[in-house]
């Protein structure tokens, strides 16, 4: 789908009804055509003025034979027989229709790797330490958050070997009264 009318080739006209955007928005489908850029081609492409910017389904792209591959900075298109070794894939996901239907209970890959780890224990108490004998808690929120520079993002234990931490919460027992008055 796009909104730009100088993409299409092959345009006819087409009443494709009316489609919703994100936010409430929508414009109606009023023609059809073909999308190219060469290497590529998409028929049946739906123009929408309204659209300000192009959309393209992933299902279309797997229809015509490629397969994708989506990255934090982009989407890139293979081309046609690219094989993808098995264990480089985490979850796998069966189309219905045009969706893919991600469940997280069933694709449990039989070799988990785990991505959690704990501090040393030597490595905690030196943060604990630094940081003005900070509780656990509140380490793993700074490690977390990432609001402190170089601290691990790891899981923080208790620390109950801290002596200086044990006596700073250490409570004591009121003065007993004296049975004789001492003040002269």
């Not at 900075?73 to 081309?79: F, M, Q, R």
């Not at 704990?118 to 490690?143: C, D, F, I, P, Y």
């Not at 170089?150 to 004591?172: M, N, R, Y």
Request: aromatic share 8%; charged share 20%; proline share 4%.
């Amino acid at each position: 789908m796009t909104g730009d009318m100088s993409q299409l080739h092959d345009i006819q006209t087409f009443n494709g009804g009316y489609v919703s955007f994100a936010g409430g928005e929508g414009g109606k489908v009023t023609q059809k055509g073909t999308v190219t850029n060469g290497v590529l081609n998409f028929e049946n492409v739906n123009f929408a003025p309204e659209l300000k910017h192009s959309l393209l389904s992933v299902s279309q792209i797997c229809d015509k034979g490629y397969s994708t591959h989506f990255t934090d900075k982009e989407c890139l298109i293979l081309k046609p027989g690219v094989v993808i070794p098995e264990d480089w894939i985490l979850v796998r996901s069966k189309r219905d229709g045009n969706a893919y239907i991600i469940d997280m209970n069933s694709n449990i890959p039989e070799e988990v790797t785990c991505l959690f780890s704990k501090a040393s224990e030597q490595n905690a108490m030196m943060w604990h330490r630094r940081l003005g004998h900070a509780n656990a808690k509140n380490l793993n929120r700074l490690a977390k958050n990432e609001l402190v520079r170089g601290l691990p993002v790891k899981d923080f234990i208790t620390f109950e070997k801290c002596v200086s931490s044990a006596q700073g919460k250490h409570h004591q027992k009121p003065h007993l009264p004296k049975q004789i008055n001492s003040i002269s």
